[in-house]
């Protein structure tokens, strides 16, 4: 049998399936995102050598090709134009205009990409923290939203799903709002978060999930294995 060339166990990427596939759990959908393009810009991404600039300008290119299957269920009504050949009815967003919520810090790794796509979205913020004394519960530190977002299609932006806990703090802050329709848009998740999610979730929230990939494990201090390390930090720089 052959050698390998080298003494490290280097985790593999599981085989690829030929499209994108659509998991059901309970009550939410799960998109993963399965593609070349995908794999590859997300194997530069989780190198720990890939540059801050890089890193930032691949989450980016990373998140457009989520929001093309994030946003399969924007509301849309017709809209009658002419082209230089002919009238016809073509397609425009619905009112009122869906909304991206970017999780602070890293989440705001992510708004470029997405507003690219969806330039006519309004923004909103939210800031969101582990309580110390209640490590099971959030503290929001930011926000910045309209006060009702009933009607609105919601689109979460968080790159890292590891416990959860902040992706259902933030569904329910939205939810106090209004939201029904809620969509989480995340680069990377652990089988821990997504099943946290699941279980914790408001039933009633049409909610939805997107990710390029989901790993296998967290570790014990809560980092994605394999992941890619803090991404705040690869985005922005480590502050302490
Ligand atoms: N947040 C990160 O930035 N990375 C992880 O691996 C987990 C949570």
Not at 95 to 104: D, G, Q, S, T, Y
Not at 212 to 224: P, Q, R, S
């Amino acid at each position: 049998m052959q050698k390998p060339h080298h003494n490290r166990s280097y985790r593999s990427i599981p085989p690829r399936l030929s499209h994108a596939f659509v998991v059901r759990l309970g009550t939410m959908n799960i998109t993963v995102l399965n593609h070349p393009l995908v794999e590859h810009k997300l194997t530069v991404l989780r190198d720990k050598n890939t540059s801050s600039a890089t890193f930032r300008e691949l989450v980016s290119e990373l998140v457009m090709l989520e929001a093309y299957e994030a946003t399969r269920d924007l509301d849309v009504v017709d809209k009658p134009i002419e082209t230089p050949v002919a009238p016809m009815i073509g397609k425009h967003i619905a009112e009122p205009r869906p909304i991206i919520v970017p999780v602070l810090r890293a989440g705001l790794g992510m708004l470029d990409g997405m507003t690219k796509m969806i330039p006519s979205a309004e923004v909103g913020f939210l800031g969101m923290k582990r309580d110390e004394e209640h490590p099971t519960q959030q503290i929001t530190y930011a926000n910045r939203l309209p006060e009702d977002l009933s009607g609105r299609q919601c689109f979460l932006i968080d790159p890292m799903l590891a416990t959860g806990g902040t992706l259902v703090a933030a569904t329910h802050y939205l939810a106090e709002r209004g939201a029904k329709d809620v969509t989480a848009v995340c680069i990377i998740a652990a089988p821990e978060g997504i099943q946290f999610v699941e279980e914790h979730i408001d039933p009633s929230i049409d909610f939805k999930l997107v990710v390029c990939a989901v790993d296998e494990k967290l570790n014990d201090k809560c980092y994605i294995v394999p992941g890619l390390g803090d991404a705040g930090d690869r985005l922005y720089g480590v502050i302490d």
